[in-house]
């Protein structure tokens, strides 16, 4: 008799070590958003390598961000208006850089508290926001990366 009762109770305490063990982990990254004036807008997953297991990972590559932006409608702002990154994922990520594209130049822009500042010049921006989420014992180690892409038009 004493089996039939303990029985159940192994059986959840094996089920529940085996889940706690294995995290919950997307099968890709998640959605990034930017924020513009109050109103939030998504933006295009473009190339990432993402961990789905402990022991498995997913890497898709993707053309650039004026490629795949194409045919997309720029999301209007005004010139210097503050465009904030927003990100609704657990664990944060630990590291991130954005790169604007207009024609042919290329620059690196300044990401504070999440934000940055459309450009003062009219005109159309593309944009690539790279995130990466760190290992946390080994810092050289990404336990995923995903670039983002976004494209402004400024009024």
Not at 14 to 33: D, F, G, K, Q, Y
Not at 74 to 87: A, D, L, T
Not at 134 to 153: H, I, P, Q
Request: aromatic share 12%; hydrophobic share 35%.
């Amino acid at each position: 008799m004493k089996k039939l009762i303990y029985t159940p109770i192994i059986f959840f305490v094996l089920i529940t070590a085996a889940c706690s063990n294995n995290e919950v982990i997307e099968s890709e990254p998640p959605i990034a958003l930017i924020e513009i004036n109050n109103k939030q807008y998504e933006t295009i997953l473009g190339s990432y390598c993402w961990k789905t297991s402990k022991s498995s990972n997913i890497c898709v590559d993707t053309a650039g961000p004026v490629e795949i932006l194409e045919g997309e409608t720029p999301i209007e702002v005004r010139s210097g208006e503050v465009v904030k990154f927003v990100m609704h994922y657990e664990p944060k990520r630990t590291k991130i850089h954005v790169t604007q594209i207009e024609g042919v130049k290329t620059s690196d822009v300044i990401v504070e508290n999440n934000t940055f500042f459309a450009p003062m010049d009219k005109g159309i921006y593309y944009y690539s926001y790279g995130v990466w989420w760190m290992d946390k014992e080994n810092t050289n180690v990404s336990d995923g990366d995903a670039l983002y892409n976004f494209v402004l038009e400024v009024k």
